[in-house]
């Protein structure tokens, strides 16, 4: 089991003062996004570091081994710092918040998108992904989690993930059997390619950080996430990168990029000794690339839903109807040329007929997340994965808890809720709250960013907090112009 926000932000900052030899002085949780794991950016004497906690030891260890392995082959990867003795807590190095993600909606609120510098940027992230695969091809794969290879059984696990996460939850029709029969079609056609290269496993923009400039080595470009990576092929990765849903890369650069790849490729084999040497044929790369990209999509598909529908994550259901729009792509004018008829007949349904259970927002409109919360559980997750927003605290307000008639009761309560909306104090400090609330969003909305959190905390997350949530969310409904989502996170209720 994982341990509480305290014990978490205790064993982290002992780790910080073992390595800094100072006490932190302050520390920020982290959004992961499709992570259990949990982060922390912690300041002390002058040092800083990202603080990690994740209680799976076996995912840790493979982390770390790469970390160590990968910054001796002269890798841009962050350098770890301290481990805790038990392997579940690690210091890292902090490589600030920018990603190639968020430089790229940054680009397109600017109305650049993919011009000239961002492509260059790409293809120098695509000659570095060449060298992780290659470079790396030697490593001990017994450290690999949850397996060293990209095997049959891996891409098993992955198609069953979509086949249940997604095709299910949305009720595509289908035959159990014949599309498993296409499955081993499929599988059987990946593994018939070279299978040797480091295969990073989650090469995609979010986990690709940018540096405001360059380090002493002379890069701007650092990569994280790689705990999952084992033995695959090439392709795999760069397929990862391309047809990542939220990045909207138009196809002709796409194949631009792709075709950029498979030079640097070539490059990068024919410098190795030729012992060494694997064989590397461009034509054979491109005729499989796009069964590695369709499998691609089915992973990420069943992460959408499961994170997406079953999480209820905003951002990974944003995700869904662009990661649909890829797949069209794949099944429509790129189907590889396996034998696969039943598979191929449910994804040209799916497109054609997809509509999402729950819709994502309107392209460009701001989304405010409510969220009231306890403080004794920790500060809410900001599952929208832009982080920020304001995090108002209610405990200075009058408590109706303290009082018998209203313990079993909750904020959302008519009795609850007339004991203090008439208080003075309640009402200046909601009118405050509004006015800087009420700015961020319209400054929000002139500058088209998708996403806002409100979250009000109080002791217990029952009374105050519930009903300060409540409020807000309906001024600014009352107010229109942006979609409001309420969450009531200890009541486990979601409106």
């Known amino acids: 089991m994982g341990a509480s926000t305290t014990e978490t932000a205790i064993r982290l900052s002992r780790l910080f003062e073992r390595w800094a030899g100072v006490p932190v ?10 992570s259990n794991r949990r982060y922390f950016r912690l300041n002390g004497g002058g040092r800083q570091c990202i603080a990690a906690y994740n209680a799976d030891m076996r995912e840790n260890d493979a982390f770390l081994y790469y970390s160590r392995e990968m910054r ?4 841009a990867v962050p350098e770890i710092y301290a481990v805790s003795e038990d392997h579940l807590c690690y210091l890292q190095q902090d490589l600030g918040d920018v990603t190639l993600y968020s430089y790229l909606s940054d680009k397109r609120r600017q109305g650049a998108g993919f011009d000239s510098a961002t492509m260059q940027l790409y293809r120098q992230v ?3 992904l060449v060298q992780f695969q290659t470079r790396c091809r030697d490593l001990d794969f017994r450290h690999a989690y949850p397996r060293p290879d990209f095997d049959r059984q891996s891409i098993q696990w992955d198609l069953q993930y979509f086949k249940y996460y997604f095709l299910k939850l949305l009720h595509i029709p289908f035959d ?6 296409d499955f081993v079609q499929l599988e059987a056609y990946l593994l018939q390619e070279d299978c040797r290269y480091f295969m990073y496993r989650d090469f995609q923009p979010r986990n690709i950080m940018l540096l405001p400039h360059p380090d002493e080595a002379g890069r701007r470009l650092y990569y994280i996430d790689y705990q999952g990576g084992r033995r695959g092929a090439a392709q795999y990765d760069v397929a990862s990168l391309l047809y990542s849903a939220k990045s909207e890369m138009p196809e002709v650069l796409r194949c631009e990029l792709r075709d950029h790849y498979i030079v640097s490729l070539s490059q990068a084999l024919a410098a190795m000794p030729s012992q060494d040497r694997p064989a590397f044929e461009p034509s054979r790369f491109r005729e499989r690339y796009y069964a590695y990209v369709l499998v691609r999509i089915l992973q990420a598909m069943g992460a959408y839903g499961y994170r997406g529908y079953f999480e209820r994550k905003e951002h990974f259901l944003q995700s869904i109807p662009l990661a649909v729009a890829n797949l069209r792509r794949v099944v429509e004018e790129h189907w590889p040329p396996f034998d696969a008829p039943h598979l191929h007949d449910v994804l040209i349904e799916m497109v054609g007929r997809y509509v999402p259970a729950q819709s994502p927002l309107p392209s460009g409109q701001l989304t405010v ?5 306890s403080y ?10 832009n982080g920020g927003g304001f995090v108002f605290d209610c405990r200075a307000l009058p408590n109706p808890g303290r009082y018998t008639q209203y313990q079993t009761l909750t904020g959302r309560d008519r009795a609850v809720a007339a004991f203090l909306e008439g208080d003075p104090a309640v009402e200046s400090f909601l009118s405050h709250a509004a006015a800087l609330v009420r700015q961020s969003v319209k400054q929000y909305t002139e500058r088209r960013f998708s996403h806002l959190s409100v979250a009000f905390g109080c002791t217990g997350g029952q009374h105050r907090s519930v009903y300060c949530a409540e409020r807000m969310a309906a001024l600014l409904r009352d107010d229109g112009g942006c979609n409001v989502r309420l969450v009531h996170r200890e009541q486990d209720l979601q409106m």
């Open 176 to 181: 159990e059997q014949r599309l498993e029969n």
């Open 376 to 385: 004794k559980r920790g500060l809410p997750a900001d599952d929208s994965g």
């Open 72 to 75: 001796q082959r002269g890798l």
């Open 369 to 373: 997340t409510v969220t009231s919360f």
């Open 25 to 34: 002085d302050t520390s920020s949780e982290l959004g992961a996004n499709g």
């Open 126 to 128: 695509l000659d570095d």
